[in-house]
């Protein structure tokens, strides 16, 4: 239950979440209104909308290899992430090989009965 057990918002939060409501709704129409202006040729505008948040946010995305510095807490979780679970695979499968290939060298699977055979 923790925080959801109190649903309801006291009138401060009320009219803070209505005023980002109504925010929300007044930024939704200017922007459908830019869109859909058939003069915004004349005013040598033309193409498309500009929005300055998707072009920070494409600048950032093209960016992001300048500006990264390599630290330790970034190779652990790169090692974490990508070479951990291969090595654990590793392990993993070898030993299962390791074990029915003693049981095939022991005798204790007869050749009809292996799964992986040349005949």
């Known amino acids: ?30 922007f459908w209104k830019n869109m859909t202006d058939p003069n915004r040729h004349g005013a040598g505008e033309g193409g498309v909308l500009f929005d300055p948040a998707l072009a920070r946010f494409q600048a950032m995305r093209v960016s992001h ?12 979780w790169g090692f ?15 030993r299962e090989r390791d074990a029915r290939e003693l049981k095939y060298r022991n005798g204790e699977v007869s050749y009809a ?7």
Not at 80 to 86: H, I
């Open 1 to 30: 239950m923790g925080k959801f057990q109190n649903l309801e918002l006291s009138e401060a939060q009320r009219r803070i979440e209505q005023l980002k409501y109504q925010r929300r709704m007044d930024l939704r129409a200017q």
């Open 65 to 76: 290899a300048e500006h990264f510095r390599p630290t330790g807490k970034a190779a652990f």
């Open 80 to 94: 974490a992430l990508l070479v951990g679970p291969m090595c654990i695979l590793y392990k993993l499968v070898r």
């Open 113 to 119: 009965e292996r799964e992986f055979k040349f005949v």
